[in-house]
């Protein structure tokens, strides 16, 4: 039963991590764009929030049945929700979409000067998939959006948080492992609601280089703590807080940088007539290697240790801070026809007043 429950969640759960970010991207401004997308993961770490702090102390009927009622109660008011004006636009016609586009900007003007740029990304060519995936553009942004999925997947956040409890039971401190796991879970809420404030003035690349170095650093401090723990070292004071500490690190920075801004970044990178194929299609191929992340997480560590793992862990952070700071285009503030254009589209480019 359990594993039939997961397997449903795990279905929903993929569909709305691809419907969500989509919406997300085309009912906002460019101008308030990342911080209507860090939305998600500000709720993704309220539930862990639920799930951590009232998990160890209930059963798995009362949780469940508490987390249905949630999932009802914040499902209902989607049913209001307007379809997104660039798909009214492709499907409906453009009054409609100039309609919600009037209620969302406040502006008659701003919405005619969106409606001008949908108009001039679209095409009388009949898409499909076949044209869409042989597309030069769309093969690029697929290549970027996967590679850097994966190497998310890779640098161990997912592991980590899913064998919380074990790793703060290795620790000697006075924490209750439940405890501290439920103050991780507050702590990711802060980080997320930190990147709510700050990706739209600082831009979605200085926070995630910055950030995915603060997880290097976190995992840095994990392997440090079990190497000492297997050279049997006299673990005290201060180092016996340093997982602790760790984890504390990498959480906030995951959830600042990476966990708030990837599925935002996805959504941007693609055009309008491929955006949801694109998320679809970048979560389809990281399902494997999340999986496999996960599933093995306790095997690996068996084979190499735990501080040869959370190092190899610091490594890819590093790996995947260089490739966002060399390859990954900008985006803040950036309309989808100049983020296209940065990524190599040479199409004129409809600048708003």
Not at 200 to 225: E, N, Q, W, Y
């Amino acid at each position: 039963m359990l594993m039939l429950g997961r397997a449903v969640i795990g279905t929903a759960d993929g569909i709305v991590l691809c419907v969500i970010p989509v919406y997300a991207s085309e009912v906002a401004s460019k101008e308030v764009r990342g911080a209507l997308g860090t939305l998600l993961q500000i709720f993704s770490s309220i539930g862990a929030v639920v799930m951590l702090s009232v998990g160890p102390f209930v059963s798995y009927f009362e949780l469940n049945l508490m987390l249905t009622l949630l999932v009802l109660a914040t499902s209902i008011p989607t049913l209001f929700l307007p379809d997104s004006p660039n798909f009214l636009f492709s499907k409906v016609g453009q009054e409609d979409s100039r309609n919600v586009l009037i209620s969302l900007r406040g502006s008659e003007h701003r919405a005619d000067e969106e409606i001008k740029e949908y108009a001039a990304n679209k095409t009388d060519e009949k898409v499909s998939l076949r044209i869409i995936f042989r597309n030069k553009l769309f093969q690029k942004s697929l290549a970027i959006s996967t590679f850097v999925l994966i190497m998310v997947l890779l640098i161990g956040y997912n592991s980590v948080t899913s064998y919380l409890q074990t790793i703060l039971d290795v620790t000697q401190t006075n924490v209750r492992s439940e405890v501290a796991s439920g103050v991780i879970g507050a702590i990711s809420v802060v980080a997320s609601f930190s990147t709510l404030m700050t990706t739209d003035r600082f831009g979605r690349k200085p926070i995630l280089v910055s950030t995915l170095f603060g997880v290097a650093a976190g995992m840095v401090g994990l392997g440090t703590f079990f190497k000492l723990t297997r050279d049997e070292a006299d673990i005290s004071g201060f180092l016996n807080f340093l997982p602790l500490l760790s984890l504390l690190v990498i959480v906030f920075c995951y959830s600042a940088g990476t966990g708030s801004l990837f599925w935002l970044l996805i959504a941007e990178l693609f055009d309008d007539r491929s955006r949801g194929i694109g998320v679809a299609s970048t979560l389809l191929l990281g399902t494997a290697p999340s999986f496999l992340s996960v599933r093995y997480f306790t095997s690996i560590i068996d084979a190499i240790g735990p501080t040869a793992a959370f190092w190899c862990s610091a490594g890819l952070c590093v790996v995947l801070a260089l490739f966002v700071a060399f390859k990954l285009p900008e985006t803040k503030g950036k309309s989808f026809t100049e983020i296209q254009h940065e990524l190599g589209n040479k199409d004129k480019i409809i600048t708003r007043i």
